[in-house]
């Protein structure tokens, strides 16, 4: 079977199923190297089932067959560019309040102002990689059908029901591959296990029957998948099921037209009963080792970066380089240097409100080295140069998160000599983390990296400030999450908000939250819609929920909710409303007569 790889002009994405299956056809094909095997073959040791869902988990993280450049399943784009979390992330925040990009790449800016076509190439590798990822599900589904099984002998129970249960994964990775799509693009087509595997033309699906195939695929496969926290770590179990049906319920109105928050309520009770628990520390959630600090135990599915085994210049590594830059000290991030790109707005900054400090901010080397135009005041074991004037004998403690020296305990000045880049904000809320020494509020130029404040979210370092598994700082260990309890907690608050669920336990579930960022608790009577949409910002910044939500709510388009540089403007403008979906590419258009562009493109 030759490996496929997708282009993004001149073929539809939704025919890539039956180019994967065919293994004869050799449109957009790496050329075959010799070493190719038929699916019997490959499928004959029991171990490569388990193999090859592995490879599927690792579609979300992966771009290629080679480290992370070199052998691309989708060219014509960045090979970093087109890797599912990047894209998927670009789409939901950098078309927000959260973010903004100061590259010039290609259109990238576009997302922001809301001026996107239907030939944007970010766009079009997104909705490739979705298909790749349908496509890998399918193929692993045809795969292992009891038919497939008996024809190779395969009898063991134990390994039969162990395929069943691999079977009920990849159909959840496909659904919410679905759901992605849906939530972006919202119709296309729905290609299966038992679509045609010769050329045809998948038919058109509305955004309704796609929902609907999604909604059903959970239902029928919830029963099939492990119990909650007994999966192996990072495999999907039932509380994962209930997460996705849960979000494709709260968002039905904007999907179908039909409200079913109602729907989505047991469903939540059962993530919350599974055992699953907010993690002490907020901030630690984003970290190297979130793997194994705890956080792993508030996380319902994440999609595992390892700086060694899942390189790529997508995902974490991404989300830990991009929004690095100006007079940021890249040692706290673990890194080799930053790319400053991504900075946030005023309008995110203002949801933590003025109940901030501010200490002065001095420059430091990558090795947290405290420095002077002249050279170095400490070394990053705290001794003293000579030129400071202190006690090159004795150990300082300089606390990089506060401006505050110490000898001993006690405290002593900074000197003179050191270079002040300027005043460091700090909130109450430990959820904003954001650097401003150099930095302005206020974006005058989306291109400057300094005009904005600088969010350092994601780290690729441990709790204990060691840098990831690649020492040459180049890719993060940092996982992303998909689905947490906090999320789990906030989308029950909406719900009963709307009419749903118990404004009780609501409230209990969000003074969880908030005491655990260090901001004041709520009553009651505090709990409004805006609230919790400026709550979900808070909390779940920079996680890919922003655009689905502020569409939710009514105020991703239109001129109800402005926010700096919508519409390409400084303080924002209303845009069209037809915004609220991404188009199907033009190339994907040309390629499949049945499918049909979304209103307004």
């Avoid at 100061?102 to 996107?116: E, L, P, R, V, Y």
């Avoid at 901030?283 to 996380?299: I, R, S, T, V």
Wanted: hydrophobic share 40%; net charge negative; with cysteine.
């Amino acid at each position: 079977m030759k490996k496929i790889q997708i282009k993004l002009i001149g073929i539809s994405l939704f025919m890539m199923t039956m180019l994967f299956s065919s293994c004869t056809d050799d449109l957009n094909q790496s050329p075959d190297n010799g070493d190719s095997v038929s699916s019997d073959e490959l499928f004959k040791d029991p171990a490569a089932y388990k193999q090859n869902l592995a490879k599927l988990y690792a579609g979300f993280a992966t771009t290629g067959q080679q480290g992370p450049a070199g052998s691309p399943d989708i060219s014509g784009i960045d090979e970093g560019t087109s890797q599912y979390i990047r894209g998927f992330w670009m789409m939901q925040e950098l078309t927000t309040d959260e973010a903004v990009i100061a590259w010039n790449d290609g259109t990238i800016k576009d997302f922001h102002s809301q001026t996107w076509s239907s030939s944007d190439t970010f766009i079009a590798a997104t909705f490739a990689r979705f298909s790749f990822q349908i496509v890998n599900c399918n193929e692993f589904l045809r795969q292992t059908t009891d038919a497939k099984l008996a024809a190779r002998g395969l009898t063991d129970a134990a390994t039969l029901a162990e395929i069943k249960t691999f079977r009920a994964e990849a159909r959840f990775l496909r659904a919410m591959t679905y759901w992605h799509l849906v939530d972006t693009f919202g119709a296309g087509s729905i290609v299966t296990e038992d679509s045609p595997t010769t050329f045809y033309y998948p038919e058109y699906a509305s955004r309704a029957q796609i929902y609907k195939f999604i909604d059903d695929e959970l239902t029928a496969i919830t029963p099939l998948l492990k119990a909650p926290k007994s999966n192996e770590a990072y495999r999907v179990d039932q509380a994962a099921a209930w997460m996705l049906q849960a979000k494709l319920y709260m968002n039905a109105k904007v999907y179908i037209g039909t409200d079913h928050y109602a729907e989505a309520v047991p469903l939540l009770d059962k993530v919350i009963a599974s055992g699953y628990a907010l993690h002490n520390n907020y901030n630690q959630l984003f970290l190297a080792d979130n793997n194994k600090n705890g956080a792993q135990n508030e996380f319902i599915f994440a999609i595992s970066f390892d700086g060694i085994n899942t390189q790529t210049y997508g995902g974490t590594t991404f989300l830990v380089h991009a929004p690095v830059g100006g007079a940021m000290t890249i040692g706290e991030f673990g890194i080799a240097g930053g790319w400053g790109g991504v900075r946030t707005t005023s309008s995110f900054v203002n949801f933590f409100g003025a109940n901030s400090s501010s200490f002065d901010f001095y420059k430091f080397d990558k090795n947290y080295k405290l420095i002077n135009d002249k050279g170095l005041l400490f070394d990053s074991n705290g001794k003293a140069s000579d030129q400071a004037g202190f006690d090159i004998n004795k150990t300082y403690v300089f606390n990089s998160k506060n401006g505050v020296i110490t000898l001993n305990g006690v405290v002593v000045d900074v000197p003179a000599a050191a270079v002040k880049v300027g005043p460091q904000k700090l909130w109450t809320d430990t959820r904003i983390d954001a650097f401003t020494p150099g930095q302005s509020l206020e974006i005058a130029d989306i291109g400057s990296f300094t005009d904005g404040y600088a969010l350092q979210k994601f780290k690729n370092v441990d709790v204990n400030g060691v840098s990831g598994s690649d020492k040459t700082g180049n890719f993060a260990d940092t996982d992303f999450p998909i689905f947490r309890l906090a999320d789990a907690y906030l989308m029950y608050a909406e719900c009963a908000i709307r009419g749903a669920g118990s404004m009780s336990n609501a409230t209990t579930y969000v003074n969880a939250v908030r005491t655990r960022a260090h901001a004041t608790t709520i009553n009651q009577g505090d709990l409004t819609l805006n609230f919790i949409l400026d709550e979900r910002a808070r909390e779940l910044h920079w996680e890919g929920h922003r655009r689905t939500d502020l569409i939710r709510f009514g105020k991703f388009t239109g001129g109800s909710y402005l926010w700096p540089w919508k519409g390409n403007v400084a303080n924002g403008t209303s845009t069209q409303t037809f915004r609220d979906l991404f188009p199907i590419p033009a190339g994907a258009l040309g390629s499949n007569q049945n499918l049909k562009q979304n209103p307004g493109y």
